[in-house]
């Protein structure tokens, strides 16, 4: 008898599950299936408009690098924005159909969110300083930027909530929005090349002004690098005159991230054509001085050198001699 309880109990309760999954799974099912396919459909749309905004994009290709750039940041921000909003409102879907009350809690979640509020301003701040970081352009990724003069490198990656930057030995820093309160960007829009060329006292300041601009307008004419420069070099001519050196300035407007690879070339030409027209560079000498005491040490040793090479009069000599 209690066998049979047993098992017309389980059969219940089979027929029960069965009869939820089939009205109430199913409608789970679908509704994670329509989310999932949601949540691609929004990222294709997002991409297909961000390249139909790069191929609309005028202008030289300084600023349409930048514009695309640009897009590409913006791009990756409502992608995660529309995944997160269409999952957010498939789990509550979820949890309607599979019989809470989400009246009660979104109620609940209204005053969670009110106590999180309170607790969690650093996060409202951080995406708020995301969001203007974005709307105003200050950066992008791609860009090499400087965040509170102390963290600079190459931006791989912006939230709302953080920054993400590459500095040059590899390391990764992690950044919250909302505590960047100077940004320095190396490469926006335009950068320039100033570089400084110290010449000896002795050297024609126009002969070695007239070389420098021979040496840049040089690599300027050449196709492999005129594309990097946006104007002509230009020589300033004596910026200071140094304790040891004649310094003479030179500038050069580049495309962004091109300032450092032209810099590099520049010095090695001027330093080529210096060394062929033997104009001097100086350069610090280390001269070794010996102190009072080694000296001393020194005037001693001489000393005793020179008595012991002088002769030495012998006594009862100068007797003898007179007798």
């Known amino acids: 008898m ?40 929004a990222r294709l749309v ?40 269409i999952w957010t409102i498939a789990i509550l879907m979820v949890l309607n159909e599979a019989g ?69 030995q590899g390391n990764l820093h992690i950044i919250p929005n909302g505590e960047i309160s100077a940004i320095s960007n190396y490469t926006h829009e335009w950068t320039r090349v100033v570089l400084d060329f110290g010449i000896a006292y002795k050297e024609d300041i126009d002969t070695a002004a007239s070389l420098i601009k021979e040496a840049a307008m040089a690599l300027y004419n050449e196709s492999e690098w005129h594309y990097k420069f946006l104007e002509p070099p230009q020589v300033l001519g004596v910026e200071q005159l140094a304790d040891s050196a004649v310094v003479i ?34 350069f610090p000498h280390v001269t070794v001085y010996y102190g009072e005491a080694e000296r001393k040490t020194e005037r001693e040793v001489r000393a005793e050198e020179l008595y012991a090479k002088k002769p030495i009069a012998r006594e009862g000599a100068g007797d003898a001699e007179g007798e």
């Open 249 to 282: 300035r030179m500038l050069a407007k580049t495309r962004p991230d091109d300032q450092w690879n032209v810099g590099r070339e520049l010095r090695r030409r001027v330093k080529y054509i210096f060394d062929k027209h033997e104009i001097e560079i100086p």
């Open 46 to 85: 997002i991409m297909r408009l961000t390249g139909e905004v790069k191929e609309r994009i005028r202008g030289d290709d300084t600023k349409k690098a930048e514009a695309e750039k640009r897009a590409q940041t913006l791009g990756v921000i409502l992608s995660v924005a529309a995944r997160a909003v």
């Open 100 to 168: 809470f009350n989400i009246t009660t809690l979104l109620a609940g979640a209204g005053i969670a969110g009110l106590a999180l509020g309170f607790g969690a301003q650093s996060v409202v701040k951080d995406m708020l300083a995301g969001m203007f970081i974005l709307v105003e352009d200050q950066y992008r990724v791609g860009d090499v930027v400087k965040i509170n003069n102390e963290y600079g490198g190459l931006v791989e990656k912006i939230s709302l909530r953080t920054t993400w930057l590459r500095d040059l």
């Open 2 to 41: 209690q066998m049979t309880d047993w098992t017309a109990t389980l059969t219940e309760w089979w027929q029960k599950a069965i009869e939820w999954a089939l009205l109430h799974g199913v409608k789970i099912l679908v509704i994670l299936i329509l989310a999932y396919l949601l949540g691609k459909l």
